[in-house]
């Protein structure tokens, strides 16, 4: 299906971009990405994915407004409180851009239904805050076969990883085991600069759409670590490894015991 008039003039300073043209449009328009997570990290991901012009998103969310939420969870309002996130997230970017679907499902990601809750898309985008549900992220879409596009935000620090299946270092890859329980404070507790989540975001959103649209990405095999005291970007160097339960030659299923669970960004 190609672009509309509307959707032409929608989309006219992305067009003219050097080597970005209505086939690279018409490919975010025919994509279709799931985000876990419509908190810190999900909000702007969502919302530059719904600008951008991607067909169809689905954000998948079980939490409620809370207002300590509102720090850096732009997409919502004191009067949203109570209110599922996912729900509101969808129906406000709906109407900033009605042209694309936008599916609002409001469940909890768990070992147990993430590699089903997430099959068919062509990306995930992962804002999950939590270590048993990210491992569930990654190793479902390691098994299915989905580009993950990684962030996590912790007081003045962010972090991203892009991971393209069977091409590039998964998270497990990264980090084969979660932290011991209470080794890494969690957001109530350390803090959370907002501005930080939008950073954070704006890079996995930049990643998706040039992977959608059929550029090459830049976190392949990378681990950005961003410090927002000394306004450092530092890149760790990534590796697949061939004994990794998700990715590796042979799939090892481990889920998290939820009694690891750490907040890092919610």
Request: glycine letters at 8%; a neutral charge; charged letters at 25%.
């Amino acid at each position: 299906m190609g672009l509309t008039l509307e959707e032409i003039k929608r989309y006219s300073r992305q067009l003219v971009l050097p080597n970005f043209g209505s086939r690279e449009q018409n490919r975010l328009k025919n994509s279709k990405v799931a985000i876990t997570g419509a908190g810190g990290l999900g909000c702007p991901t969502a919302a530059y994915l719904t600008l951008a012009g991607v067909g169809e998103i689905h954000i998948i969310d079980m939490d409620r407004v809370d207002l300590t939420n509102l720090n850096r969870q732009f997409l919502y309002t004191p009067q949203d409180v109570g209110r599922a996130k996912a729900e509101i997230a969808a129906r406000r970017l709906g109407e900033v851009n009605p042209n694309i679907k936008i599916i609002a499902i409001n469940e909890k990601i768990t070992y147990d239904n993430a590699f089903e809750l997430l099959k068919g898309y062509d990306a995930v985008v992962d804002g999950t805050d939590n270590f048993p549900v990210r491992y569930a992220v990654n190793d479902a879409c390691a098994v299915n076969r989905i580009p993950l596009f990684h962030g996590a935000v912790l007081m003045y620090e962010g972090r991203a990883m892009s991971i393209i299946p069977r091409e590039t270092a998964c998270f497990r890859c990264a980090f084969p085991e979660p932290p011991p329980p209470g080794m890494v404070p969690t957001c109530r507790e350390a803090g959370v600069l907002g501005s930080m989540t939008g950073l954070v975001a704006s890079i996995q959103a930049t990643e998706a759409i040039r992977h959608l649209a059929g550029f090459e990405i830049a976190l392949k095999n990378k681990l950005l670590i961003i410090n927002a005291d000394t306004m450092e970007f530092d890149t760790v160097r990534l590796k697949r490894r061939e004994d990794c339960s998700a990715c590796g030659k042979q799939f090892v299923s481990k889920p998290v015991l939820e009694v690891c669970e750490t907040r890092q960004e919610e």
